[in-house]
Every structure is written in structure tokens, then in C-alpha cells.
């Protein structure tokens, strides 16, 4: 393996909590990313410090899906934060600089969040 | 208080044709805030990644961008790699990191070839350009394409290099380095090239952490970090440190890329004397399932492949997090209170590549 790689469950509500922890250990924000798991969305918030990785992943039922904003910890979120609310639909709470939907230009709302196969039950 | 005015700043713009938008808000000539936009060609080829064999996706993730091809389909191999325990024969390894750092070599020339545009300096551009051309000839010879390399699979390479040809482009490369140094340094020394460069645009070592800035943006603010130290590829058995500057202005993001260039032919001497023989790719069997973070160096700093696989052969996620996606908080700090007429030349010392960001 190229690296160790810690990836930690997080709850939703744990999750500023854990992210601000992070910052004042001096990580550097990597990235957020979203997976659609089935029925769930998989939240990657990964860090870096001295090439040493950490990441926290938030699970949330995809159903009316929130979470809060960390780019009051991590300004540079809101883009990730964003990026996961355009392509997902994840309601994320009181970011920093909120688009409102505009960052990506879809032509379907929240294209990601429908999985290979619904998309093709969807067309039949 | 001067009235504030809001200038768009592209999708389309004479010295940045990449489709970002910004939204410039300026008092008379200052920048006081910069608002991003982006997605006008998203593509959405990390969905597609479940609709095409996790084998046959590299040549997508290769198309992700035109400029780090080579180092898009590498990274994306890398991470099934992971996943499903593929041990890539050494000699595959080391071709890799000849095309990696090949590819590094034309992206940083192409770069000094805008940024010499961008400040109106046409016959440095087109001095870079020729020079950008012998790389791209010493690819097509080895690959058989210019952009698209088409050299990496799960499991290794697709083509080997036979010694007289590494030989030739070594000694090419070295004869090479004389013409580079002699044009680079018109970006170290001219006076009117300083002018537009040094204390203009400065992202502190702290800003650039905190916005989590990657590549010769971070190295270029004192922050000693290069994913190649991580040692994938041949990248362990090579010597080299990460090129910081300390200044963190434009001058000092120009200069860490051009000592990159230096620093990657090395890297492609050292590789050459080094490359063992052997095969170049093992067969590859099985499905993945698990996860994965790839991380790899770009010329523009450090790219994510996530992976996530169920044991099936179309992948349940692919997250590509690409470096100049990581710059735009950075490029948003480095345009507060600059000049109108240095938005341009800011923009373009973060080398955006929005091809890239629409994956």
C-alpha cells in the first residue's frame, strides 16, 4: 500500500465538532466528497498533515439529506459544500458562500444522486 | 467610498479562454472581492463510471484533461491497484514515472508559454511553445499520441520504451536544458517581466494552508509538500525535495515551476539509468471491492481519485478531486485588493485548468 489511510465514521451532528479538531491539529483540507450507497450518501472529509491522511465519513439517509456547513471552519469548503448540494442535493446548512444551486450549471437536478440503474429504470 | 462597479471576468477572456466566470467587485481600479463560478461544461465523467467497465474507464480518465492525461489515467490505475492488491511490475513503475514527469515538462513549458502572453510578451511565448513542441514529440514517439498518451492500464503499461529510444530522449532532454535555462531566465531577470510579477498576487504560507492550496501555488508559499515524497510510481527510489520559494507572489509560483522543469529532466535521467528489465504489465484478474484515496503530483499540484467498488465490474463511485478545483480559494484571496489589470496575470498563476475541474 502506497499509505495508511484512516477513514473514521462521524456522525452528522459530531461532525463540526471533529472537523474543527482537525483544524487546530494544523490538517490541511484535502477535499468533501459525496457517494451515493444505496440508500445513503456517503460524506468524505478528508485531511492532511505531513502527508499523513485522515478521513471522516458522515453516512446520511438520502430522504430529505442535511448537513451542516464546516466552511466556517474551513472557508475553502463551500466550494466542496457547494459542489456536494448541485450534483447530490444535500441540503447543507450556512455555508460560507452559498450559490444556491447556481455553481453548476444541470441541465436534471441533482444528477447524482440516482444511481446507474435507477437512471436506467427511470428511462425505460 | 468609490463607488463599487461588478466587472464579469470570462467564461470567455482573451488571456484565459477557459470557461471560469468571475465576478469582479471593484472600486475605481481595486479588486475588492472576487466571486467564482464554474460549471458551464461539466461533464460528469465521474458518473459514467457506472455505466463502463472499471478496466476500460482509464481511457475516460485519461480525457479528463488534455494537458495531465498521462498522470490522470496513471492515478485512476493506481487506485484499482489498490483496492484489488495488483502488484505493477517495477519496469511498469518506472515508464510511468518517465511519462509523469514528461508530461510535467510540457505543462510547465505550455504554462510559461500563457503567462508570457498574458503579460504581452509574444516572442517569449512562442520560445516556450517551440520548445514544448520537442517534448511533445519525444511522447508521440514513445506513445504514439501528443495529448492522449493511451500508456497506462490496471496492472502496468501498455507500451515499453526500448534503451536507444530513452537514450535518445535522454540525451535530448540534456541537450535541451541549455535552451530551457536560456529562456527561463528571461522570466528570472527581465526587468519588465519582474515588473509584473514580484510582490504582485501574495498568498501568505498560512493562506495557502488554510485554503488548502496544492502544488507550485502551496510549494511557491513556503509549504514544503509534493505528493511524489509519498514514493508511489518509481518515485522512492528517485532523489529529489520538493522546490519551495517562500515569497508566495506570482514571481515565486513562476520560479518554482521552472526549476520543476530542471527537476523533472533529473528525474527522467535518473529513471533512465535505473529502469530495470522485466514485464511490463501482469494479468489482471477478479473484481474490486473497497476504497481507496489515489493521490498523485500534477503540474498543478495534487490530484484524488476515490474509489469505491462492490465487487462488480462497474464501479459504485469515482471522486476526482482536481488540483485546480483546490486553487480556486486561493485564486478568490489572491484577487482581493489587487489591480484590475493584474487579475489576468493572477488568474493565471494558479495555471487553472478548467477542463480538468469540469470532469
Known amino acids: ?124 | 467610498m468609490s463607488k463599487r462597479t461588478i466587472i464579469p471576468f470570462g467564461p470567455q477572456h482573451p488571456v484565459l479562454p477557459e470557461p471560469i466566470h468571475l465576478d469582479l467587485v471593484v472600486e475605481d481600479e481595486k479588486v475588492i472581492e472576487a466571486i467564482p463560478s464554474i460549471g458551464f461544461i461539466h461533464r460528469g465523467l465521474e458518473k459514467l463510471v457506472e455505466k463502463k467497465d472499471f478496466i476500460d474507464y482509464v481511457y475516460v480518465a485519461e480525457r479528463i484533461c488534455g494537458i495531465c492525461s498521462a498522470i490522470h489515467g496513471q492515478t485512476y490505475c493506481q487506485a484499482v491497484e489498490e483496492v484489488m492488491n495488483i502488484a505493477v511490475p517495477e519496469r511498469a513503475l518506472y515508464l510511468r514515472t518517465i511519462w509523469g514527469e514528461l508530461s510535467r515538462v510540457h505543462s510547465h513549458l505550455l504554462w510559461l508559454g500563457l503567462m508570457a502572453d498574458g503579460f504581452g510578451f509574444e516572442a517569449l511565448f512562442m520560445h516556450c511553445w517551440r520548445l514544448r513542441e520537442t517534448v511533445l514529440d519525444m511522447i508521440e514517439e514513445t506513445t504514439g499520441g501528443r495529448v492522449i498518451f493511451g500508456s497506462c492500464k490496471v496492472g502496468g503499461v501498455r507500451k515499453d520504451i526500448d534503451k536507444p529510444t530513452l537514450e535518445r530522449i535522454v540525451a535530448k532532454l540534456n541537450g535541451m536544458e541549455k535552451e530551457i535555462k536560456e529562456v527561463t531566465d528571461v522570466f528570472i531577470v527581465d526587468r519588465s517581466v519582474k515588473h509584473r510579477t514580484v510582490g504582485v498576487g501574495v498568498l501568505s504560507k498560512q493562506d495557502a494552508y488554510e485554503l488548502g492550496a496544492v502544488g507550485p501555488t502551496m510549494r511557491a508559499s513556503g509549504i514544503n509538500q509534493d505528493m511524489r515524497k509519498l514514493g508511489y510510481a518509481a518515485y522512492k527510489q528517485l532523489k529529489f525535495e520538493p522546490i519551495v520559494e517562500t515569497a508566495g507572489d506570482s514571481y515565486s509560483r513562476c520560479v518554482v515551476r521552472i526549476k520543476e522543469i530542471f527537476q523533472s529532466i533529473d528525474l527522467i535521467r535518473q529513471a533512465a539509468v535505473q529502469l530495470p528489465e522485466g514485464p511490463i504489465d501482469v494479468k489482471v484478474t477478479g473484481t474490486p471491492s473497497g476504497e481507496f484515496f489515489a493521490r498523485t503530483e500534477q503540474p498543478r499540484g495534487e490530484v484524488i481519485y476515490y474509489l469505491k467498488a462492490n465487487g462488480t465490474r462497474f464501479l459504485q463511485r469515482l471522486r476526482v478531486r482536481t488540483p485546480t478545483f483546490a486553487n480556486i480559494p486561493a485564486l478568490v484571496k489572491l484577487l482581493q485588493g489587487c489591480e484590475l489589470a493584474d487579475v489576468p496575470i493572477l488568474a493565471l498563476t494558479i495555471d487553472p485548468c478548467i477542463s480538468c475541474t469540469e470532469r
Open chain 1, 1 to 124: 500500500m502506497i499509505e495508511e489511510q484512516n477513514i473514521l465514521s462521524v456522525q452528522p451532528e459530531e461532525l463540526v465538532a471533529k472537523v474543527t479538531a482537525c483544524k487546530n491539529d494544523g490538517f490541511r483540507l484535502v477535499q468533501i466528497g459525496c457517494a451515493k450507497i444505496d440508500e445513503t450518501f456517503e460524506i468524505n472529509y478528508t485531511f492532511d498533515k505531513d502527508y499523513r491522511f485522515e478521513d471522516l465519513k458522515v453516512t446520511v439517509p438520502c430522504a430529505n439529506a442535511t448537513l451542516p456547513s464546516v466552511s466556517h471552519v474551513y472557508w475553502a469548503a463551500f466550494l466542496y459544500e457547494n459542489e456536494i448540494h448541485d450534483l447530490f442535493g444535500i441540503d447543507v446548512t450556512n455555508i460560507a458562500l452559498d450559490y444556491k444551486g447556481n455553481f453548476y450549471r444541470t441541465t436534471v437536478t441533482a444528477p447524482f444522486a440516482t444511481s446507474g440503474s435507477e437512471a436506467k429504470e427511470l428511462k425505460a
